[in-house]
């Protein structure tokens, strides 16, 4: 039974199955051109920390796409001239879209 459901979901092509996450979108205003780090936590059980899941670097007008389990995670983004965003954002069985937008702080 055990080599039958392996067999089963390495046959199975990945476009089959379902994508849960997020993507999103990278805009900023004149002031914060340039790479974009993009990361994203969850918080730990004390709330007093951050787990830090994944990050990427991203152009400004470029995109980027996390594969995650449903939860609550919160996404952060800035780059070196002090622009910054940050949303929480919940994840449920689809692909959650977010626009990113930079702003000075």
């Given amino acids: 039974m055990k080599i039958f459901i392996f ?7 990945i476009s089959v199955l379902p994508a ?6 990278v805009e900023s205003i004149k002031d914060c051109l340039g790479p974009v780090m993009v ?11 951050r787990l830090l899941l994944m ?5 400004v007008g ?8 449903p ?14 965003f940050f949303k929480k954002i919940k994840i449920d069985n689809k692909v959650s879209e977010i626009l990113v937008k930079l ?3």
């Fill in 103 to 105: 702003v000075k702080k």
């Fill in 62 to 69: 470029g995109s980027f796409q996390f594969y995650l389990k």
């Fill in 20 to 25: 849960i996450g997020v993507k999103g979108k």
């Fill in 39 to 49: 990361w994203l936590s969850v918080d730990k059980d004390s709330y007093k920390e």
């Fill in 7 to 13: 067999l089963f979901f390495m046959t199975v092509p």
């Fill in 55 to 59: 990050h990427t670097q991203v152009p």
């Fill in 71 to 84: 939860g609550d995670y919160q996404l952060r983004a800035s780059n070196e001239q002090g622009c910054e």
